[in-house]
């Protein structure tokens, strides 16, 4: 069965940087364009980033241009967030998604805070 496993995040200062990760199973992963989410509190979940099955292609939300980096590795079925200058606003709880056919999959998220 298709599983997402995220990880990475963390209590971080304004400013600073955290990577995270997602480990994918259960599907061929290099097949599949992989997105990160987010859902901060009281917020709907909201798009942050995708890389294309290659990893030739990506875009992001606006308010993370040019702060995030998507990238992936196929040789090692997992999905990464690179995230530089946090900002307070960039609290909340991390999600990577699939979508194979009809259906989405996500992981459990993990908690990324960004406080002082």
């Known amino acids: 069965q298709v599983q997402l496993v995220e990880s990475g995040g963390g209590l971080v200062q304004p400013g600073g940087s955290l990577r995270l990760s997602c480990a994918a199973s259960?599907?061929?992963?290099?097949?599949?364009?992989m997105n990160w989410y987010r859902r901060a509190p009281g917020n709907e979940r909201e798009f942050v980033a995708l890389?294309?099955?290659?990893?030739?292609?990506?875009n992001y939300a606006d308010s993370v241009k040019g702060r995030f980096t998507i990238s992936r590795d196929n040789a090692k079925n997992t999905v990464y967030l690179q995230m530089n200058s946090l900002k307070p606003e960039d609290t909340a709880v991390y999600y990577c998604?699939?979508?194979?056919?009809?259906?989405?999959?996500w992981g459990q998220g993990t908690q990324v805070t960004v406080s002082s």
């Open positions: 998604n699939v979508r194979i056919g009809v259906r989405y999959y």
């Open positions: 259960g599907f061929t992963f290099g097949n599949y364009a």
């Open positions: 890389i294309s099955s290659t990893g030739g292609s990506t």
